[in-house]
């Protein structure tokens, strides 16, 4: 699953949480979030992930990493469509 907020001016994320728990998403997050936008890795990787860094130094991203906590709350939030992200 992968979390963001659109912004219309670029066609990108502002704001992504990758979330899928593969390699391939992870470079995926890295095409979609916007220059100076905040990528938030929530996946969890088994084994070597391979990572280009160009990407984030070039686009200025912002890149978090995320514990597992509790998911109930956030899955309602998104299940209740009041939120700005989007869910794919």
């Known amino acids: 699953m992968t979390l963001a907020i ?12 990758e979330a899928t728990g593969s390699p391939t ?14 990528l938030v890795l929530k996946s969890t990787f088994h084994g070597a ?4 860094t160009w990407p984030i130094v070039v686009k200025e991203l912002n890149v978090i990493g995320s514990r597992c906590g509790p998911f109930d709350k956030a899955i309602a939030l998104l299940k209740s ?8």
Request: aromatic content about 8%.
């Open 6 to 17: 659109y912004t219309p001016r670029e066609g990108k994320f502002a704001l992504l949480i």
């Open 25 to 38: 998403g992870l470079a995926l997050a890295q095409q979609m979030t916007e220059a100076r936008g905040t």
């Open 49 to 52: 992930a391979p990572v280009e």
């Open 81 to 88: 469509r009041q939120s700005r992200f989007l869910a794919h």
